[in-house]
């Protein structure tokens, strides 16, 4: 099992194609971006008064193990240059702010203070703390914590220089919509390491559903074993996949072929459902928990993955996901797939090297409503053949999807 950062994913269905689209330049000159010189004493302050948002859910997907963030403080303490934080002002609370990117620069300085002046009290602090470790200049603060460094005199002057240091902070206020901070978003982090635009959309969409979700993708082990990660992904790509299946059960014929917008309305739909829909919503998980698991006992080690040129590419495929689990959610099909399984698994083979419409709709073109269809089409008549059942496959009328 690979950990989250080393773990191999096949992104060609991203959404950032769908942002960018969408956000036209009068919209980007209405924003209005400021650049604010905050002190780590201010952003802290700001932290603790509940003013960045930073979930205390954020710690599982944690990126930073303790000798990262404690450099993180050293460097602080140092004066050392240290990247911008960027925020975005939430539309509908003034004073709020998103964090658009810094998230693990504001996770580090939030645990470093647990149990501080700067924590909301030792009964409500729910973020882990840590002390220093792995320094490399100043080794003699070793073990030193926020709480430590209040309460000990010693610690003076490097708790002036912390609290002092000045932290460039981005902030932007008066963005016209969703598309613009996710363009923002994505422009920010377009480094070797690609962000999942599913962080700033559990900022932008809160709610029952939103929370369910996470906790759901951070709590399955078979969605783990899927995606071959060991822990929560922390750019929450574990919680986008999860996603694109409730929005394939919920919400199918309301695909156009924009992936982001798709996956905010679902998020909205069962965010607002919550109430009436929440025991059928948790049924839903537990199918997709199911689905997976029937994948696994067909294809083994190689579940999820593409067949070509005579053997599986051994990296995680978001289209072959959605088809297996589109299909393996029904029990009746599972358990049919179970006692057939080398007839499953050489219809799936014999399906990528025969069909070209087949391959090309998890492979190049993936997110239009046509190659949808066609990879959920096919692989259904296929897979209706190799287990002797009639499977209900979507149809396509004007270009939507039809269950």
């Known amino acids: 099992m690979q950990s989250y950062s080393d773990a191999e994913w096949d992104d060609a269905d991203g959404e950032e194609d769908d942002t960018a689209a969408a956000v036209t330049s009068e919209e980007v000159t209405r924003a209005v971006v400021t650049d604010t010189d905050w ?3 201010t952003i802290l302050s700001q932290l603790r008064r509940g003013n960045i948002q930073l979930n205390p859910r954020f710690q599982r997907r944690d990126a930073w193990n303790k000798p990262r963030k404690s450099r993180f403080i050293e460097s602080l303490i140092l004066g050392l240059p240290i990247p911008q934080i960027v925020l975005a002002e939430d539309k509908n609370r003034r004073g709020k702010f998103i964090v658009l990117d810094g998230k693990q620069r504001l996770l580090a300085l939030r645990q470093f203070a647990a149990g501080s002046s700067f924590a909301v009290s030792e009964e409500e602090e729910d973020f882990k703390g840590f002390s220093l470790t792995g320094l490399e200049v ?6 030193a914590t926020l709480k430590k460094m209040e309460n000990d005199g010693k610690y003076d002057d490097d708790l002036n220089a912390l ?6 902070t981005v902030v932007v206020r008066r963005w016209p919509n969703e598309d613009f901070l996710n363009l ?3 422009r920010l982090n377009t480094g070797s390491v690609k962000l999942s635009p599913q962080e700033l959309r559990q900022a932008l969409h809160p709610g029952p559903f939103t929370d369910f ?7 399955s082990e ?11 992904d922390f750019r929450m790509r574990d919680v986008e996949i999860l996603l694109r299946y409730f929005g394939f059960e919920f919400a199918l014929d309301e695909y156009s072929g924009n992936l982001k917008k798709f996956l905010d309305d679902t998020v909205s739909l069962l965010n607002s459902a919550w109430e009436s ?12 928990n199911s689905a997976i698991e029937a994948t696994f006992e067909v294809f083994g080690e190689n579940a999820f993955y593409r067949w070509a040129s005579g053997k599986y590419e051994g990296r995680f495929n978001r289209a072959v996901f959605d088809a297996m689990t589109y299909y393996f959610s029904e029990e009746a099909v599972r358990t049919k797939a179970a006692a057939d399984k080398k007839a499953v698994e050489m219809a799936f083979r014999n399906l990528c090297d025969t069909s070209q419409r087949f391959v090309e709709s998890i492979q190049t073109t993936t997110k239009t409503p046509v190659a949808t269809h066609r990879r959920l089409s096919l692989w259904g008549e296929a897979l209706g053949e190799a287990i002797g059942m009639k499977l209900d496959t979507p149809e396509l009328r004007e270009n939507r999807l039809v269950r």
């Open 163 to 168: 609290l002092n240091e000045t932290i460039r």
């Open 277 to 288: 829909e929440e025991s059928r919503i948790r049924q839903v998980g537990e199918s997709c």
């Open 184 to 186: 923002v978003f994505l």
């Open 39 to 41: 002190t780590t004493e």
């Open 213 to 219: 979700l996470d906790d759901w993708a951070s709590e």
């Open 138 to 143: 100043r080794e003699d603060l070793r073990l």
């Open 222 to 232: 078979w969605l783990r074993a899927a995606l071959r990660i060991d822990k929560p």
